[in-house]
T-cell receptor
Framework: DSGVTQTPKHLITATGQRVTLRCSPR?????VYWYQQSLDQGLQFLIQ???????AKGNILERFSAQQFPDLHSELNLSSLELGDSALYFC????????????FGQGTRLTVV | GENVEQHPSTLSVQEGDSAVIKCTYS??????FPWYKQELGKRPQLIID?????GEKKDQRIAVTLNKTAKHFSLHITETQPEDSAVYFC????????????FGKGTMLLVSP
């Protein structure tokens, strides 16, 4: 167990819908990262938050948004869902000193039908 | 931004053989290079990492080498075992007040008994 908790584990929804994925980082970790893993695309970096503030943005679509709350948990909102958004979404957290290990959650498997 | 290339995408070896996975990175400012192992249906987990002030690091059967001049780093697994079968991801990170991890696309390692 990495200490990073993601909910839900599985999500099935229809095209056009909106979903929210939740991540609770390890205790004491201030930095949260979101990654999308599709079959042929490896781990695509979406966005990073540090202590409530957005720090870095990757290949995140405009239909997607995220935030980190004062208690440090984070949510990834996916709207106007398309079939191609079906993927495994991982959250990771780190202590955020110079280049330390990022711990991954179990992921949320999103299936858009 | 940083770009990480990883080769090969698939690697099949016989049990007991060695396996080598290679990665190149684009940004010379990158200074932290972790390797993650992802078993089927599970989360990525750190197996070894190296920082830019070190050329080689070993941990039992696994080792990582870094060539900063050429901007490439490699994972070496000796005496492979069937339980080494997984997808391996390399990553590069730049520390600039915060760290952002950029992953390669992964290598599926298959170890046959």
């Amino acid at each position: 167990d990495s200490g990073v908790t993601q909910t839900p584990k599985h999500l099935i929804t229809a095209t056009g819908q909106r979903v929210t994925l939740r991540c609770s980082p390890r205790s004491g970790d201030l930095s949260v990262y979101w990654y999308q893993q599709s079959l042929d695309q490896g781990l695509q970096f979406l966005i990073q938050y540090y202590n409530g503030e957005e720090r870095a943005k990757g290949n995140i679509l405009e239909r997607f948004s995220a935030q980190q709350f004062p208690d440090l948990h984070s949510e990834l909102n996916l709207s106007s869902l398309e079939l191609g958004d079906s993927a495994l979404y991982f959250c990771a957290s780190s202590v955020e000193s110079a280049n330390t290990e990022a711990f991954f959650g179990q992921g949320t498997r999103l299936t858009v039908v | 931004g940083e770009n990480v290339e990883q080769h090969p995408s698939t690697l099949s070896v016989q049990e007991g053989d060695s396996a080598v996975i290679k990665c190149t990175y684009s940004d010379s400012a990158s200074n932290y290079f972790p390797w993650y192992k992802q078993e089927l249906g599970k989360r990525p987990q750190l197996i070894i990492d190296i920082r830019s002030n070190v050329g080689e690091k070993k941990d039992q059967r696994i080792a990582v080498t870094l060539n900063k001049t050429a901007k490439h780093f490699s994972l070496h697994i000796t005496e492979t075992q069937p339980e080494d079968s997984a997808v391996y991801f390399c990553a590069a990170s730049i520390w600039s007040g915060y760290s952002t991890l950029t992953f390669g696309k992964g290598t599926m390692l298959l170890v046959s008994p």
